[in-house]
């Protein structure tokens, strides 16, 4: 048992000049988070000493875990060529190349800085193609820090209203009322209702953003005639599809829309494909992309950025995606495949009113007895969120460090040597925290 003197230590000067000591909420634990020493594949050790199998994995950008060593010798190479320049560079043309190949529904990529910066530039593309304005999106999803992404992304009971008109909440206090009216609130994997709003808005609708694994609707995956319903719904009525893929991305060769039987108009990526340093983009056809071409006669949507397309990030990334491909794809996923089935087996061993959720390597843990199928059915009552707490600091006192929405999301570092420890843990924790269900 360590005395956390060190972390202490640094949370009395955070404290001083960040607000509330940190740099982004994710991170956020009492009574002071954990400070990162260093991190070498499936590990992580803090600066107390204490090394935990990490399954936060940086919110699913480390995809190859810490420090792996192609990726570090790629970055390197480019570290001593320069980090930035105010011109275009050749590997951020190999990248674009890559991930063209790579995606059917790509045609042309732009690569930004963040997922946030990505799903802005796919609304403000919707926008400039269709000429109307509105985006829709589901109830409860995240799709980043944006004024209109955010709309209801944390809708509670008392504010949420009717299901089959769900409101449209603001998440930063004062948000103007005159972005909140241009979002359009659709219930996840509710079809019926989900169709019910979106004809009552189809002529004023530039885009609907799903997710078909998003986090804050707790990995629950969308379901498949969801999905399609709501794209042909979307095709029919002259209403771009984007595909929100930065988490999802890693599902697949071919990203999670490959699940299904549509063609996004335009993908939002981040995370993974920064190898491990910031990074977005958006990609999609040569027609809607088109909105962004300076060469056109009539530029729709002028678009720049110090940062984009860094040489850094672009190698990172590209060479993390090559890391990411037939193999190590099939292998993280039976990785998950078997942590979801133990995770269930110590559910029923400890007789606990517990499930997991989740497909491809990311999974979530809920503090409830019947599997939740859309936002509503998960949403955390404060003794949830309690119990998620407990097994959260639980499994970090025995060595995994878990995301702070009782989630897990694997890294290729990772053998069934990490998963089979992690559902020790688990059920172990289970069977302590049992009598406070
Ligand atoms: C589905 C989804 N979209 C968008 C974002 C925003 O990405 P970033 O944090 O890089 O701005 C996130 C971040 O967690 C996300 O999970």
């Not at 193609?129 to 209109?148: F, L, M, N, P, R």
């Not at 071919?254 to 491990?276: E, R």
Request: glycine letters at 6%.
């Amino acid at each position: 048992m360590t005395n956390n003197l060190k972390s202490e230590a640094l949370f009395s000067r955070a404290i001083e000049v960040l607000p509330g000591g940190i740099s982004r909420n994710a991170i956020f634990r009492k009574p002071y988070p954990f400070y990162a020493a260093h991190g070498k594949g499936a590990y992580i050790t803090d600066i107390e000493g204490v090394e935990r199998i990490d399954f936060a994995n940086n919110m699913a950008s480390l995809i190859h875990g810490h420090c792996n060593d192609v990726l570090n010798d790629a970055i390197k190479s480019q570290l001593d060529k320069g980090v930035a320049f105010t011109m275009g560079t050749e590997v951020e043309i190999e990248f674009a190349e890559y991930m063209v190949e790579r995606y059917g529904s790509f045609d042309k990529i732009r690569f930004v800085n963040s997922g946030t910066e990505a799903i802005m530039a796919a609304i403000r593309a919707s926008r400039a193609y269709t000429g109307k304005v509105k985006i829709a999106k589901a109830e409860g999803a995240y799709h980043g820090a944006y004024d209109y992404a955010e709309v209801s992304e944390n809708s509670k009971p008392d504010n949420w209203g009717d299901v089959a008109a769900p409101n449209n909440n603001p998440v930063v206090f004062n948000t103007p009322k005159s972005a909140l009216d241009e979002v359009v609130i659709i219930p996840f994997n509710d079809i019926e209702r989900a169709i019910n709003i979106l004809d009552q808005h189809a002529s004023e609708l530039a885009c609907i953003i799903l997710d078909a694994i998003p986090h804050r609707i707790g990995f629950i995956p969308a379901q498949k005639q969801y999905v399609e319903t709501l794209a042909a719904w979307a095709k029919k009525n002259s209403v771009l599809l984007v595909f929100d893929e930065v988490i999802t991305l890693r599902a697949e060769l071919g990203g999670a829309q490959s699940w299904f039987d549509v063609k996004p108009d335009l993908t939002a990526m981040g995370k993974m494909i920064g190898g491990g340093f910031p990074v977005g983009a958006i990609a999609g056809s040569d027609e809607v992309m088109q909105v962004l071409n300076p060469l056109a006669d009539k530029v729709l949507f002028p678009h720049s950025g110090t940062f984009s397309a860094n040489p850094m990030t672009m190698m990172a990334g590209l060479t993390s995606m090559r890391l990411f491909e037939g193999q190590a794809i099939t292998k993280l996923n039976h990785l998950a495949d078997r942590m979801r089935l133990q995770i269930k087996e110590a559910i029923a061993v400890a007789d606990v009113p517990v499930c997991v959720t989740g497909a491809a390597s990311v999974s979530k843990i809920h503090m409830l007895g019947q599997t939740p199928t859309s936002y509503r059915d998960h949403f955390k009552s404060s003794k949830m969120k309690k119990l998620e707490n407990r097994l959260i600091e639980y499994m970090a006192a025995n060595g995994v460090l878990m995301v702070g929405t009782c989630s897990l999301i694997l890294s290729t570092a990772m053998e069934t040597k990490e998963i089979d420890h992690f559902s020790e843990v688990f059920l172990a924790a289970m069977r302590d925290m049992k009598s406070e269900f």
